[in-house]
């Protein structure tokens, strides 16, 4: 791949996380508006266009930010990038499962939480059985 090309796909790749973040910020604001909570839509969209204004921003020059947004991270990115998705995963979990208790001792069903925990241990079961046999 010629460097022009290279620099071309970094570039894209370095702009796909900061439009993620606008796309989803879009996506909440018009889930917010059609559900009568136009206030909260756009309250939501601003903060991830500010996060999306920062990636772009600090982007530049970190090299941090670069690093996860190779095409082909080195060893050590994508070290820390499978630690803190790993991180994210148990705060996720855990939070949902603190709410779930919380729902079921205020008297009430716990019901999205519960589907959350179990969906987050299903997938717990079949990664670990999927990436046993392939790692």
Same mark, same amino acid.
């Given at each position: 791949?010629?460097? $022009? ?11 796909? %996380?900061? #439009? ?7 996506a ?6 059609? #559900?009568?909570?136009?206030?909260? #839509?756009? %309250?939501?969209?601003? /903060? ?9 921003? +600090?982007?530049?020059?970190? *090299?941090? =930010?670069?690093?996860?947004? *190779? $095409?082909?991270?080195? *060893?050590r990115?994508?070290? /820390?990038? &499978?630690?803190?998705?790993?991180g994210?995963? /148990? %705060? ?5 499962? &603190?709410?779930?208790?919380? *729902? +079921? ?7 999205? =939480?519960?589907?959350? %925990?179990?969906?987050?241990? /299903?997938? =717990? ?11």
């Amino acid at each position: 791949m010629s460097m $022009k090309a290279q620099r071309m796909s970094s570039n894209a790749a370095r702009r796909s %996380v900061p #439009g993620f973040f606008l796309a989803v910020g879009g996506a909440c604001l018009v889930a917010a508006t059609f #559900g009568g909570q136009l206030v909260r #839509g756009l %309250v939501t969209f601003g /903060i991830l266009a500010a996060c999306s204004l920062a990636l772009m921003l +600090l982007g530049r020059r970190s *090299e941090t =930010y670069q690093g996860f947004t *190779e $095409k082909a991270p080195d *060893e050590r990115f994508a070290r /820390i990038g &499978g630690l803190a998705w790993a991180g994210t995963g /148990i %705060v996720l979990t855990v939070g949902n499962l &603190g709410a779930f208790i919380g *729902e +079921l001792a205020s008297g009430r069903s716990g019901d999205p =939480y519960f589907w959350f %925990v179990a969906t987050a241990a /299903i997938s =717990y079961i079949g990664l670990v059985a999927f990436l046993s046999r392939r790692i």
